[in-house]
């Protein structure tokens, strides 16, 4: 088979990052709430790990997903969430989302990537859906169950270190939150990383600086983060992750060591209406009518700038 | 009275036997957390070097890293004290292994009051914990027999097991040619002519205390006290018939023993099997009773916490309501297993 990126371009990238944004923004309006500044934060990421640098087997199209049957177990058919990136291959790319509450931001970038149905969304947090809220590994778009922070690093360093038993020539990437540089185990990750040499292992962090709680040097901060990185053994790149062609970049830049990808975002970027927010970004739900109005009009702006831009 | 001085003493068993068991099977891979040696597996990574990982002191990363290397088609064994499987890493052995239901094997030593090492390193509510697991297997070795043939049973589930596993000298208590069965206990001793047959008391025993239990049966009998004694080595599921069959038969008490707290454990799945089944007589647990335990030998340990040969005397004395002039010497022989002998490579 033939993988199907790279092969697409930074303008494919940019349309990508746009539509995660459009549509994740309808989706908090029609639903009264969600995790918009994830969609902010991460849409150029994903958008370039869909669109530039994940070499995944072709979709078969935009695939509708199953109905939620049962949680794994000795008598049960796995489900697994990673068939929207197609058919593995040992000269393939996996991707391990670890931050799970990104789901809305995966399943809308798996609908502009045209590996997911657009109506899954329509799924989304409904009672025996697997489109959920937080996903889980029968969710689109996920392999693996990551919920509970930080455990999806190790699991990739262990796929990573099968693979290479295996043979493999396939890259593992992992997606993950800056949040979870705060875990101890994913220090206890990378120095395993580091120590095995597991240079298949790509990561691209979403460095918003933003928590639950609200600015992260506000709740612990995890600065020098790539000085830090590099002390443990691995390569680091620093970079604007909202440049789609410095994040190809820095992703794609052999380095021989399992690689780390800093990409540095703003929480609020594309909807600066949320600037009023501040500090407070995790979630959003309307204060009222009135802040919803607001982000209504934006959302008919951005709509008509897209489309006079040709941009779907 | 009874002396056992045939009991055979076996040497580090699991040491060959897994090496020999592990050759055929090259999806076989095993972890270690900087405890290679103390679990008896310093030859097997010297033997199968490509297939050892050593993942250091670093229990939550090498569990969720066994979930990946189970998810690529890898059986992987991990080797270290009971206690650092369970207690620092429950997130991610639910998380990433349980709840998925990946083959990974949980190699546990040291469980319940094994190790002079004090209250860190004794496992005594790892059986509580891992059987409000979901998914999970959980399998306790007895003797040597058990602890060479709990491989094949370990190795056929499709999931995750938790194994309580002994080290250093372990006595041969059941012939080498009669292997550990899934989910079936051993009849060690019936008190009537059949297992359904009424018998005073029925023993159920696990673990280590099996061997305690062996010690004070013929001294009860010879009290005139029938007694129906079984040895447990699956704890998870709990669902065989036999136990069933046992526990009716009991006409005046149950009595379980576990090196392991009252609560969770083999006493409480007994528990919660003869409420099911309305079986009418009072049980009585044999186990740590709401406490820690402190660092000293086993012996001592057995003695102070009442979890001990004469323990299981005084509890069915207290069942039948009934003194049985029993005193320590007539007892079967304790075999004491030298602390510091060559069997044990390091103090803990």
């Not at chain 1, 298949?200 to 933003?210: E, F, L, Q």
């Not at chain 1, 970004?281 to 209504?296: A, C, I, N, S």
């Not at chain 2, 056992?4 to 076996?10: A, H």
Request: glycine fraction near 8%; include cysteine.
């Amino acid at each position: 088979m033939t993988p199907t990126a790279p092969g697409t371009t930074d303008l494919d990238a940019q349309r990508i990052a746009q539509g995660i944004r459009r549509r994740v923004l309808a989706h908090v309006l029609a639903n009264n709430g969600g995790y918009l500044s994830q969609a902010c934060s991460s849409a150029e990421l994903l958008a370039t790990m869909y669109g530039n640098v994940l070499r995944l087997a072709p979709s078969e199209g935009p695939l509708h997903p199953a109905a939620f049957e049962s949680v794994p177990g000795p008598s049960t058919t796995r489900v697994s969430g990673g068939m929207f990136h197609g058919e593995q291959a040992p000269n393939l790319d996996r991707f391990i989302v670890s931050p799970a509450h990104y789901a809305l931001v995966v399943y809308a970038a798996l609908i502009e990537a045209g590996r997911l149905d657009e109506a899954a969304l329509d799924q989304f947090n409904k009672d025996g859906s697997t489109v959920e809220m937080i996903g889980a590994e029968h969710s689109p778009g996920f392999e693996t169950t990551t919920g509970s922070l930080a455990q999806a690093l190790s699991t990739a360093g262990g796929i990573a270190l099968g693979r290479r038993l295996k043979g493999d020539s396939g890259r593992t990437f992992v997606f993950m939150s800056d949040g979870e540089f705060q875990e101890g185990q994913t220090w206890e990750a990378v120095q395993a990383l580091a120590y095995y040499k597991l240079d298949s292992v790509r990561v691209i962090v979403d460095v918003n600086r933003a928590q639950c709680d609200g600015p992260m040097d506000t709740v612990m901060s995890i600065e020098p983060l790539a000085t830090k990185l590099k002390a443990f053994g691995v390569s680091a790149d620093s970079v604007d992750g909202h440049d789609i062609a410095a994040l190809t970049h820095a992703l794609q830049r052999p380095t021989g060591r399992p690689h780390f990808v800093l990409a540095y975002t703003d929480p609020v970027r594309g909807v600066p209406l949320m600037n009023e927010r501040r500090p407070v970004l995790h979630y959003l739900r309307f204060t009222g009518p009135d802040e919803r109005r607001k982000y209504e009009e934006f959302y008919e702006d951005l709509v008509s700038t897209d489309s006079a831009g040709g941009i779907r | 009275m009874s002396t056992r001085t045939d009991i055979e003493i076996v040497t580090r068993p699991h040491v060959e036997n897994f090496l020999e068991w592990s050759a055929s099977r090259p999806n076989v891979v095993v972890l270690s957390a900087d405890l290679t040696n103390s679990c008896e597996v310093g030859k097997w990574r010297d033997t199968y070097p490509d297939r050892f990982f050593s993942m250091g002191m670093a229990e939550q990363n090498m569990l969720s890293f066994a979930a990946g290397l189970a998810r690529e088609g890898f059986e992987p064994w991990l080797h270290t004290f009971a206690v650092f499987l369970y207690r620092r890493p429950l997130d991610q052995l639910q998380m990433s292994v349980a709840y998925p239901n990946l083959p990974v094997r949980l190699v546990g030593f040291l469980p319940g009051i094994t190790t002079p090492g004090g209250v860190t390193h004794q496992a005594i509510d790892d059986v509580a914990v891992m059987r409000a697991i979901p998914n999970m297997t959980i399998l306790e070795t007895g003797d040597a027999t058990e602890v060479e043939s709990v491989l094949d049973i370990a190795h056929a589930v499709d999931g995750p097991v938790y194994i309580r596993m002994l080290r250093g000298e372990v006595p041969r208590l059941f012939p080498a040619g009669e292997s550990m069965i899934f989910n079936r206990a051993r009849v060690l001793t019936l008190g009537g002519e059949e297992l359904n047959a009424p018998t005073d008391v029925v023993v159920l025993t696990s673990g280590i205390l099996t061997e305690e239990a062996i010690r004070a049966i013929p001294a009860l009998q010879s009290s005139g006290v029938n007694v129906t004694h079984l040895h447990v080595s699956t704890l998870k599921p709990f669902t065989d018939p036999t136990v069933v069959t046992a526990l009716r038969s009991a006409k005046s008490a149950v009595i379980t023993m576990e090196n392991h707290l009252t609560t969770g454990g083999l006493g409480s799945a007994v528990a919660e099997v003869m409420a099911e089944n309305a079986v009418p007589v009072p049980l009585h647990r044999i186990g740590l009773r709401d406490t820690y335990a402190h660092g000293a030998s086993q012996p001592y340990l057995l003695a102070e916490y009442s979890l001990d040969a004469m323990s299981l005397v005084r509890t069915v004395e207290t069942a039948l309501d009934r003194q049985l002039d029993i005193s320590e010497t007539d007892l079967a022989d304790v075999r004491v297993a030298a602390m510091h002998s060559n069997a044990k490579v390091e103090a803990l």
